[in-house]
């Protein structure tokens, strides 16, 4: 069976959603044909011929941060062409979900996935599965399915088998198997180690925006 | 964090026009600009802006201020002078259009990267003082579940943006729209 995987995050192969993508394509190795695409913010051929490998799949991956409660306004171009493709297809893909957030908790990216199944059924496309995952930032510290990533390993698992059996469900929300407030803590960190980088000092990142 | 002492702007920021319509640059805004008071401030998002980059140079690079150069770089800043922020789009799929998603996205400046728990959830800490009403006036055809996916939506984006109250309206057409703002 062919899958279309496709990372809708401007931050193309170095954000967590490419990451997500990535270890989902490990998973269906030997069970499924897999291309893997970025979605481009402007018209393009990239565009084109993501539309036209997803309109020839079995099933179609759409990967997303969350930015603003919604999908990022950069997806919405690619979405459109795959959509008049899709909806021209024979036989359109089931349509799979995976959003990330920055923030800890997993059923804030519930709105988009919303959105997200509304397009899709207007393009036609059954419904499979949605991964919810919280705390998206964390993805990348350990191995798929190992110490924080536990959690994320086994719902990636069963994704994959949705996927390879062409079903639905329940969206899955999944949050890191670290606690919270450690995790509020680690951003911070981040936070303060980037502005340092950039030569400000902590208390530079709340100040207000210059007038003119 | 900075009041709102001064007295404060209204923004909006309208939306790609109906099909048809030449609704963007000068002639299209002049014309949807007609009745607004001086206080009004009108920002069309069309063209599209740039889109958001994930950069995170609004939070650690230049606190509050987009790293984009284009009409909506300042939008932050924008948004924490004026009293009510409206927001006009089509109804897309329960949520906003293109462009208007896309200024939505460059103003995250608006508040600081640094996470605080509110009500059990954990959303950004303000940036500034006090908050706008928000406004939305979707228009088009729209079905129930979308109506109902929308109102949830801006509920969200005024928790996240920490407006004082939120509204949320569904109107035919953008002239009815334009209407209920004035």
Redesign the interface.
Known sequence: MKATLVCG???RKT?NSAFLLDALACKLEGRAEVELRHAV?RPSEENERTAELAAASDALVVAF?L????????L??ALERIGERVRAAGAPPRLHLVANNG???A??NE?AI???W??GD?CGLPRGRAVAVGAGEMSQVAPMGHGPSKNLGRAFDRLADDIVAGRGGETVFVEPNFP?FLY?LS??RM?RK??KA?G?ASC????????D | ??GRGRAADRLRAFADCEVGEACTGSEGEAAFAEGFGAGDVLFSATPLVK????C?GC???T???CVLRDHCT?M??LM?RCETFALVSPLV????S??V??V??R???YV????RIVEG???H?P??EGGFRLEAHFYGQSSE??RE?AR??VR??AV?YYASAFEVRFHENLGEAKEALR
């Not at chain 1, 930015?67 to 950069?74: C, E, F, R, W």
């Not at chain 1, 990142?205 to 007038?211: E, M």
């Not at chain 2, 600081?112 to 996470?115: G, I, W």
């Open positions: 995050s401007p931050r954000g913010a941060p930015y603003v409660d919604g999908v990022p306004a950069s919405y171009e923030f800890y908790d059923r804030q709105l919303e959105m997200l509304l397009w207007a919270r509020r951003a911070h936070w980037q502005a950039n400000l530079d990142l709340k100040r207000c925006a210059p007038d | 964090m900075e889109p958001c980059t994930g995170f939070w650690t690079r606190p509050g201020v300042e932050p800043r924490a799929y329960g949520g906003f293109h462009a998603k896309a939505l996205d103003a995250i400046g600081q990267p640094f996470f959830e954990m959303h800490v940036r500034y579940p979308e996916l949830r939506l969200a984006n996240n």
